[in-house]
C-alpha cells in the first residue's frame, strides 16, 4: 500500500494563477481532508469529503474548492492564487469518520509570489 | 478561545529520559476525542495515540502513552524512554462530537539530546 500521496510535492505559482493539487489514497477510505498548515502553526482543515461525490466546508475554506469524483481521489484547487495561500499543504484520509486515525500525505509546499 | 492549547512551544530533554508534553482542550461536548500527531522534520504527519472521552482508562501505544484528566481537560503525552528519532514536532488535537471536525493546537517541538 503506498497510503495517501500528494502531487506535487513542490511549486511555485505568480498571484492570479490556478493550480490543482492531487490527493490519492489506496486503502478504501470514505472520508478525506485538505489542511495547511502556516508556520508556528497548526493543521487547519479547509475542505472535506465524507465520501465519493460529496464535499464540506472546513475551517478556512475561501479561496478554494475540491473535488471528490472517484472514491480514491481528491482535488484541491486554487483558482486565483494569493500571496496569503501560501502554506504547506496536507491531505488525510480515515476510514470512516473524524473519530478515526487520519493517515496523512506527505505535504505540498506551495508559494505565491 | 483556544480550543486545544500546548503551552510548551519547545523542549529539551536528555536521552533515554521520559518526557511529558501538555496539552488543555476546552468543550462543551460530552463525547469527544483526543490525538497526539508527531511530524518530523521531513513533515510528514504521523498518527500516535487516541483517547475517547468514554475511554475508561488511558490509552497507551508501545512507548506512548496518554494522561488523561478529564476534570482537569488535560491529555498529556508521555513518551517513556526518548530517543533521538522522538526529535520531532507534536500535536495534540481534538475532535468534538457535534462539530465533527478536528482542530488541532499549535505544536511543541521536542528535541531530544544526546
Known amino acids: 500500500n503506498a497510503g495517501v500521496t500528494q502531487t506535487p510535492k513542490f511549486r511555485v505559482l505568480k498571484t492570479g494563477q490556478s493550480m490543482t493539487l492531487l490527493c490519492a489514497q489506496d486503502?478504501?477510505?470514505?472520508?478525506m481532508y485538505w489542511y495547511r498548515q502556516d508556520p508556528g502553526m497548526g493543521l487547519r482543515l479547509i475542505h472535506y469529503?465524507?465520501?465519493?461525490?460529496?464535499?464540506a466546508k472546513g475551517e478556512v475554506p475561501d479561496g478554494y474548492n475540491v473535488s471528490r469524483l472517484k472514491k480514491q481521489n481528491f482535488l484541491l484547487g486554487l483558482e486565483s492564487a494569493a500571496p496569503s495561500q501560501t502554506s504547506v499543504y496536507f491531505c488525510?484520509?480515515?476510514?470512516?469518520?473524524?473519530?478515526?486515525?487520519?493517515?496523512f500525505g506527505p505535504g505540498t509546499r506551495l508559494t505565491v509570489l | 478561545a483556544q480550543k486545544i492549547t500546548q503551552t510548551q512551544p519547545g523542549m529539551f530533554v536528555q536521552e533515554k529520559e521520559a518526557v511529558t508534553l501538555d496539552c488543555t482542550y476546552d468543550?462543551?461536548?460530552?463525547?469527544?476525542?483526543l490525538f497526539w500527531y508527531k511530524q518530523p522534520s521531513s513533515g510528514e504527519m504521523i498518527f500516535l495515540i487516541y483517547?475517547?472521552?468514554?475511554?475508561?482508562q488511558n490509552a497507551t501505544e508501545g512507548r506512548y502513552s496518554l494522561n488523561f484528566q478529564k476534570a482537569r481537560k488535560s491529555a498529556n503525552l508521555v513518551i517513556s524512554a526518548s530517543q533521538l528519532g522522538d526529535s520531532a514536532m507534536y500535536f495534540c488535537?481534538?475532535?468534538?462530537?457535534?462539530?465533527?471536525?478536528?482542530?488541532f493546537g499549535k505544536g511543541t517541538r521536542l528535541h531530544i539530546l544526546p
Open positions: 488525510a484520509s480515515s476510514l470512516s469518520g473524524f473519530a478515526d486515525t487520519q493517515y
Open positions: 486503502m478504501n477510505h470514505e472520508y
Open positions: 469529503s465524507v465520501g465519493e461525490g460529496t464535499t
Open positions: 468543550t462543551s461536548d460530552p463525547s469527544y476525542g
Open positions: 483517547q475517547g472521552s468514554y475511554d475508561q
Open positions: 488535537a481534538m475532535r468534538e462530537g457535534q462539530d465533527d471536525k478536528i482542530i
